[in-house]
């Protein structure tokens, strides 16, 4: 099965996080078929919270991508402040 999810990057206390699109086999951090966008939990100041290609999302999704719980809410978000 193709899921949507987080993969950790980042240093040490510090997370950043890549919204990717694999295999749910495959490890956190190991192969995936492609990079949504990201998340910063830890963003201040100018830098950008959340990036993602909602269109690429919707594709994903059409074709049978189940997303992890976290990756749902922060699309909720970002279709949120894309309306506004």
Do not use: C
Request: no cysteine; net charge positive.
């Amino acid at each position: 099965m193709v899921s949507i999810r987080l993969s950790r990057g980042g240093a040490k206390k510090r997370p950043f996080y890549h919204i990717i699109v694999t295999d749910s086999r495959n490890r956190r951090d190991g192969r995936y078929i492609e990079r949504l966008g990201y998340f910063n939990p830890i963003a201040i100041g100018g830098e950008r919270k959340l990036q993602l290609d909602l269109e690429r999302t919707d594709y994903w999704l059409s074709h049978g991508a189940q997303l992890s719980d976290r990756v749902a809410t922060l699309m909720k978000q970002a279709r949120s402040s894309e309306a506004s």
